[in-house]
């Protein structure tokens, strides 16, 4: 199969900065199993034919740089034993593990994770508290991505309270990550505008930050809410200059690997709305990559990235190499869903969606990818 065009093959290449994430002797993961695809340094072999060079945007350009140095910026895996966490203050509920959560619910602990934040959210106090906000700013997070809308939206209007409560001593921040996960509800509740509201209002209380505080690498994850909102309403190109800043911002934030990898979804499906197969095919490849390196086989980033690879294939026109992808990513979800969560809810709604739509378009129906 052909490689990419030279001009995005430069861009994109370990040379110049390179964004595929080559797996080397010696790295912390062991390949994936046979049976799996292994995208190394030439992403060109999921596409079946030659395409032309096209002169890039402007603004496809700008996301396409960012793209390359975010993915070779350095994962850092928290480490899950032996670690000594610092004391909380009195009348803050413990939340030094919030990292160690998030990279265990990303790998695909989802339901345990739930499970183990109820009772510590439970028995906080129902006083000002910036650890019980923090763990149910998780558990709502949680919830979304497994599709409990029902659960995530009675933990956002505690949280929605607390945040009138303390008026105009709720930090910026607090006031963000609230209106960044109404945005996240409305979004799941398919209310594009709206959450495009939401998420413009959490933007606007993040410009009260400074440059170095929590609240600026927050403002990544803001922007990419944004960036999803604007393409569901049909707006690519604007999605592709808002992902593109979203990218600069986590780039810069050492413990951000678990943000560039959503970055990295979302600019897949941002390449392909704009009829872009072969940067998709390119981004797909470090979605993979990364997602390789930063998490390991068999997990739920895995997944992932086979499906965006997935899709991206697709869309190229090789319909067999889609199909042994989804198929690879459908069998670890399945594994995940009965090992490792909550049976009676989705390990990821996303996920599992997404792997339906493409078995659906490979089977011949009429459904868009």
Not at 222 to 234: E, I, M, N, P
Not at 326 to 354: F, H, M, N, W
């Amino acid at each position: 199969m052909p490689a990419p065009t030279p001009a995005h093959a430069r861009r994109l290449s370990p040379r110049t900065g390179g964004a595929r994430l080559s797996r080397k002797p010696g790295d912390m993961h062991p390949p994936p199993p046979p049976g799996h695809l292994h995208l190394s340094a030439k992403p060109a072999h999921l596409s079946p034919k030659p395409a032309r060079a096209r002169p890039p945007r402007p603004a496809l350009a700008a996301l396409l740089a960012a793209l390359t140095l975010a993915a070779c910026a350095r994962t850092t895996t928290p480490a899950t034993t032996g670690i000594q966490l610092d004391p909380a203050p009195p009348h803050v509920t413990p939340f030094a593990d919030l990292q160690i959560l998030r990279h265990r619910a990303a790998m695909g602990l989802t339901g345990a994770v739930r499970a183990e934040l109820g009772p510590r959210i439970a028995s906080a106090s129902s006083e000002p508290d910036p650890g019980r906000d923090a763990l149910r700013t998780l558990a709502i997070e949680l919830a979304l991505v497994q599709g409990d809308q029902t659960a995530a939206r009675g933990e956002l209007e505690h949280l929605e309270r607390d945040v009138l409560t303390l008026g105009d001593h709720a930090s910026p921040e607090l006031r963000a990550r609230s209106a960044v996960l109404r945005g996240a509800l409305l979004f799941a509740e398919r209310r594009f505008a709206d959450a495009r509201s939401s998420h413009l209002r959490a933007l606007v209380a993040l410009e009260q930050t400074g440059p170095r505080s929590p609240g600026e690498a927050f403002k990544g994850t803001a922007l990419r809410a944004l960036a999803r909102d604007q393409l569901a309403l049909g707006e690519a190109e604007s999605a592709v200059n808002t992902l593109g800043r979203a990218i600069e911002l986590h780039r810069e934030s050492k413990d951000a690997y678990i943000e560039l990898h959503e970055d990295l979804l979302l600019a897949v499906d941002v390449m392909l709305a704009l009829k872009q197969p072969n940067e998709a095919v390119i981004i797909a490849s470090d979605a993979y990559n990364q997602a390789l390196t930063g998490f390991g086989p068999d997990t739920l980033p895995h997944a992932e990235a086979l499906l965006v690879v997935g899709s991206a294939t697709l869309a190229s026109g090789d319909r067999e190499a889609a199909r042994t992808l989804v198929g690879d990513a459908r069998q670890i979800l399945e594994r995940l869903q009965t090992e490792r969560s909550d049976t009676r809810l989705p390990i990821s709604s996303r996920a599992l969606q997404r792997c339906d739509e493409l078995s659906a378009a490979l089977a011949g129906t009429p459904t868009s990818v």
